[in-house]
């Protein structure tokens, strides 16, 4: 312990002095009152990461996207002039969902030249316009020009599309990014689109599963098997190299030899013979410096750095790969979650391999996380305690809930009600 | 869904596993393998495994996009066996420990 140095505060909780040191909460993820005031003061104001330009590859390519939190479904559509755009899924006749294939409520995508409402045939631009109307002249007074998709504001950084549900947002994507996110600028995640894509319906608040993802504390007590038992220490603990907090957003970046790197031991049969593993393959064509901002600590030897983008995006970049996880809210106790691992295409059967078994390996401890943390809501929907700790290695998580409170705060105060 | 195509001459001892393990997606390989007995994965590794970068070098002559339908097979084998190598190796149980319930379907991913 103690090889990383802390900030002069003497630890980096301290460094943000308005975190505090004291318990913590987690009645924000079991309450149903407070699921409510999320949907309003978050996820209908946050810029939300509904994909990325890889997802609308031409004109007219689309997909959708069901936003629970939020109560609406929205469509992302490439348009005639290779823009990208988004629409609430709504038809402006008779209010049908218009775009779905087998169900309504299951996500879709597709390719179209024009969107056509399963009910009475009205159809629309991919611009949005309202295009024909069946027997238009059966209607009274009607403004097609007034008639388009309703918008949703929409916009691109680094490859990932985002859209505001608000009427008007506050801030522009790249203003609430800010710029120790957008320190990422260069990261070459445009050319990583060989995707291993992961959906899970995970028994957890979204806040809960996401706090796992954003501290290294619990690594060797829930996965001990990440470390070959040949070279495992009971006793192990782990220490990060750098913690950085921007606004509502969070950076940690771990340190460390490369696993293939160390002797044989210290890697599975499986990793030694395809050459991949735990921390993805050995060598990547793209290997060469990272943008500095992927290493806002400097950290030498680099591992990963882990950028929690408010509210539920999280992207990992490793040298020449990258992991990305959404986390949706579906109700108060459950989340779907989504997990996305990039990689340079592959040329040879042998890369294939190589990106195979870092997503199998990806697969088995995400399970772990998903299991344990159904135990977690659990315990804490019938807590007694209502107060609990956490170290300097869980400052992030100390911030996350920090941040989500404020915006619900925040929330009241502008509608001049007292908060929860 | 298993097939009827054969590995490649140079494997036809591992023939006796092709049925049972030549899968062609993820979710197959995953539901055979946590539904499988320790004892089925450790003799479909240990026969396996010793041959496993002679077999990832036999696939490697070929280029990705053309594979022939032995080769293919092959690579579907392969695959199972970097998914048995996380009972069998790593967490030696079918299922990942302490997962309990939890389900990760993947939906999207490069072919072959």
Redesign the interface.
């Known amino acids: 312990m103690g090889r990383w140095p802390k900030p002069p505060e003497g630890s980096w909780t301290e460094h943000y002095p308005e975190l505090g040191t004291g318990p913590i909460s987690f009645e924000d993820s079991v309450s149903p009152e407070f699921y409510e005031l999320e949907r309003e003061a978050i996820f209908k104001r946050a810029w939300l990461n509904v994909g990325r330009v890889e997802d609308v590859p031409r004109s007219g390519s689309y997909f959708t996207k069901e936003l629970v939190v939020a109560r609406t479904s929205v469509i992302v559509v490439r348009d005639g002039e290779g823009a990208i755009r988004a629409f609430h899924n709504i038809c402006r006749h008779r209010g049908n969902k218009l775009v779905w294939s087998d169900f309504p409520r299951e996500e879709t995508q597709g390719f179209c030249r024009q969107f056509t409402c399963k009910y009475h045939g009205w159809r629309y631009g991919l611009d949005g316009s309202l295009a024909f109307v069946q027997q238009e002249g059966e209607f009274f007074d009607l403004d097609k020009p007034s008639l388009g998709l309703k918008p949703v504001h929409c916009d691109v950084w680094a490859g990932f599309i985002f859209v505001n549900l608000a009427e008007v947002p506050r801030e522009t994507l790249r203003e609430f990014l800010g710029p120790m996110v957008t320190g990422l600028d260069g990261y070459p995640f445009g050319e990583m689109t ?10 957890s608040n979204w806040k809960l599963f996401a706090d796992a993802f954003q501290e290294y504390y619990h690594v060797p007590a ?1 996965h001990p ?1 990440q470390v070959p038992p040949a070279v495992r220490n009971p006793g192990a603990g782990f220490e990060c190299a750098h913690f950085q907090i921007d606004g509502p957003h969070r950076v940690v970046s771990t340190a460390g030899a490369r696993r293939w790197t160390l002797a044989p031991e210290h890697m ?3 990793e030694v ?2 050459r991949s593993g735990m921390v993805g393959p050995w060598h990547t064509p793209g290997e060469g410096p990272l943008p500095p901002g992927a290493n806002p600590g400097r950290v030498e030897p680099f591992g990963i750095s882990n950028f929690q983008i408010f509210p539920n995006v999280e992207i990992l970049v490793y040298e020449g790969w990258y992991i990305w996880y959404r986390y949706w809210p579906t109700s108060p106790s459950t989340h779907r ?1 989504e ?1 996305t691992l990039g990689f340079y ?9 190589e ?3 870092a ?3 990806f ?6 996380d ?3 943390l ?2 977690t809501q659990t315990a804490l929907e019938m807590s007694p305690v209502k107060e609990f700790p956490l170290g300097d290695q869980e400052v992030l998580v100390r911030h996350f809930h920090k941040v989500v409170g404020d915006w619900v705060d925040a929330y009241h105060r502008e509608r001049g009600e007292a908060g929860p | 869904m298993s097939t009827t195509a054969r590995l490649p001459e140079e494997f036809s001892d591992l023939e006796p596993f092709a049925e049972t393990w030549c899968l062609a997606t993820e979710d197959e390989r995953f539901e055979r393998r946590t539904t499988s007995s320790m004892e089925e994965m450790q003799a479909f590794y240990e026969c396996f495994f010793p041959r496993l970068e002679e077999a990832i070098e036999y696939c490697d002559k070929h280029p990705l996009d053309r594979l022939p339908q032995d080769v293919q097979q092959l690579l579907l084998l392969i695959y199972s066996l970097i998914m048995v190598a996380m009972s069998v190796e790593i967490f030696r149980q079918p299922r990942a420990v302490d997962a309990a319930d939890a389900v990760l379907v993947r939906t999207k991913d490069p072919r072959p």
Do not use: C, W
């Open positions: 060989e995707r291993y894509d992961f959906v899970g319906d995970n028994n829930l098997q599975y049969p499986i013979a395809t979650f997990g295409p592959a040329t040879t059967v042998r890369e294939r391999i990106h195979e078994v997503s199998v390996m697969k088995e401890f995400a399970l772990q998903a299991g344990m159904g135990g």
